[in-house]
């Protein structure tokens, strides 16, 4: 069983920066992309960033130049830096390692206008 907790969410003013962060636990053998995705009402899930073992990353054409995704091995933790947020991307993020099909329980992510 894996674990996934997210941390960092809260209220921004559009312009602003969050840093989300989500640590992996449990018993991992071997963890290849781990990613974030986003729900924001009304809306289905879709993909935010993605980063695998060897940093390759793939964002969504919503955050790019924006939001970057990066990892630490060492701890198997992954992390969303978001800049110059803007009230489109008020969402809970959820972290995940997608090949594995674990999810995070997410993060609200609210953006003001």
């Known amino acids: 069983q894996v674990q996934l907790v997210e941390s960092g969410g809260g209220l921004v003013q559009a312009g602003g920066s969050l840093r989300l962060s989500c640590a992996a636990s449990?018993?991992?053998?071997?963890?290849?992309?781990m990613g974030w995705y986003r729900r924001a009402p009304g809306k289905q899930r879709e993909l935010v960033a993605v980063?695998?073992?060897?940093?390759?990353?793939a964002y969504a054409d919503s955050v790019k130049g924006r939001f970057t995704i990066s990892r630490d091995k060492a701890t198997n933790t992954v992390y969303l830096q978001m800049n110059s947020l803007k009230p489109e991307d008020t969402a809970v993020y959820l972290c995940?390692?997608?090949?594995?099909?674990?999810w995070g329980q997410g993060t609200q992510v609210t953006v003001s206008s």
């Open positions: 980063i695998t073992r060897d940093g390759s990353t």
């Open positions: 449990g018993s991992i053998f071997s963890i290849n992309t």
């Open positions: 995940a390692l997608p090949t594995l099909n674990y």
